[in-house]
Each structure stands twice: as structure tokens, then as C-alpha cells.
């Protein structure tokens, strides 16, 4: 019933820019906090960035400053804006529950930082 696709990843030089957009079906989005994750080959999923239903955000040190994240409850939409991006980006973009991972998790987005 639960379903996240997450769409927007790609090939990107250092610098660069992607926005991401993840469209949830089968919860009641405008009432979740959605966050994006991210895994880097080797190393364990992380939170990156999370929006609450009233639109409080929160970010890892790591991006503060260079991503944005943002929803659209009218599309059940949540995206991530990834400004500056450096080869330490490079990771699985994924999105979900943005306090807990309560979701099942969708196929990712690949997002690949050229140096």
C-alpha cells in the first residue's frame, strides 16, 4: 500500500546542482514528517535532511547551508534542492519518514558527484 519513489538523481559535476522529488502514496502525507536519506557504498544510512508536517526543517552539519528540502501536499511531494555539491555527496538518495524510517524503503535515487 506504501509506496516512495524517489526521481531527480543523475551525474553532476563538483559545484553543481540536482533537485530531487520523492511522491509518497498510501499515507496521509500533509500529516507526516518526511525526511531524505542517504547511503554512500559502505557505510550506513543516513538523515540528511527532514521536514516536519508544519514545515519545521532540520539538517545534517554535513549539507546545512547547501540543501533545502521542501513538500508540496498538494502533490504529495517532498524535495530535496542540493546546491554545492562536492564528490562526499555521492550517495543513494532515498526518502521516507522524516523522524523514523517507518516506511518501506523505495528504489533510491542516484546521485554521482564527478570531481
Known amino acids: 500500500q506504501v509506496q516512495l519513489v524517489e526521481s531527480g538523481g543523475g551525474l553532476v559535476p563538483a559545484g553543481g546542482s540536482l533537485r530531487l522529488s520523492c511522491t509518497a502514496s498510501?499515507?496521509?502525507?500533509?500529516?507526516?514528517?518526511m525526511g531524505w536519506y542517504r547511503q554512500a557504498p559502505g557505510k550506513q544510512r543516513e538523515l540528511v535532511a527532514a521536514i516536519s508536517r508544519d514545515r519545521s526543517t532540520n539538517y545534517a552539519d554535513s549539507v546545512k547551508g547547501r540543501f533545502t528540502i521542501s513538500r508540496d501536499n498538494t502533490k504529495n511531494t517532498v524535495y530535496l534542492q542540493m546546491n554545492s555539491l562536492t564528490p562526499e555527496d555521492t550517495a543513494v538518495y532515498y526518502c521516507n519518514g522524516g523522524r523514523v524510517a517507518t516506511w518501506p524503503w523505495g528504489q533510491g535515487t542516484q546521485v554521482t558527484v564527478s570531481s
Open positions: 498510501g499515507i496521509i502525507f500533509s500529516l507526516a514528517a
